[in-house]
């Protein structure tokens, strides 16, 4: 494989490096008109979609560690975007949902996502397109089980 980074050990985790950053950037760019920061979209959207959560189901549909989970909350809360609530059920446990200012956000939000998309996509034809889903889906199942991966019997 050709390595046109100078980096000779890892082009390809590089690459997904350089993508990822790029891919970043843009959704920072295209969210600044609403006030979030990457991620925090991603939480309005689950509440978006699936309504009210315990912060532990997003902190596991975002696959996101608890901290960070704990501080996108804490900034969406102090920005009027959810409120939290202690469980009636289980005092242990805090649910999350969206406000009717974080409600606005959904045209906006969406928006920012299908321009994201569509720079994303370029001028990939629908084929290549799947080829590409299909490659990221085996570099994620080689992320997820790395030692699955190593012994070879995966399919590539």
Do not use: C
């Not at 889903?133 to 590539?156: I, K, Q, Y």
């Amino acid at each position: 494989m050709n390595d046109e980074t100078g980096f000779g050990a890892g082009p390809l985790s590089h690459a997904i490096f350089r993508v990822a950053r790029l891919h970043k950037a843009w959704a920072a760019r295209l969210l600044s008109t609403t006030g979030l920061y990457p991620g925090q979209e991603l939480v309005l959207m689950t509440l978006w979609r699936d309504g009210p959560r315990r912060q532990a189901d997003l902190v596991h549909t975002l696959d996101s560690d608890a901290p960070t989970m704990t501080r996108s909350i804490a900034r969406l809360e102090k920005a009027g975007l959810v409120r939290k609530e202690t469980s009636q059920e289980d005092r242990r446990v805090t649910i999350v949902e969206v406000t009717e200012a974080g409600l606005e956000l959904r045209e906006p939000v969406e928006q920012a996502w299908a321009e994201l998309e569509r720079l994303t996509v370029g001028s990939l034809s629908p084929r290549r397109q799947t080829e590409v889903l299909a490659a990221l889906a085996d570099v994620e199942r080689n992320l997820l089980d790395p030692d699955e991966s190593a012994t070879g019997t995966g399919e590539s």
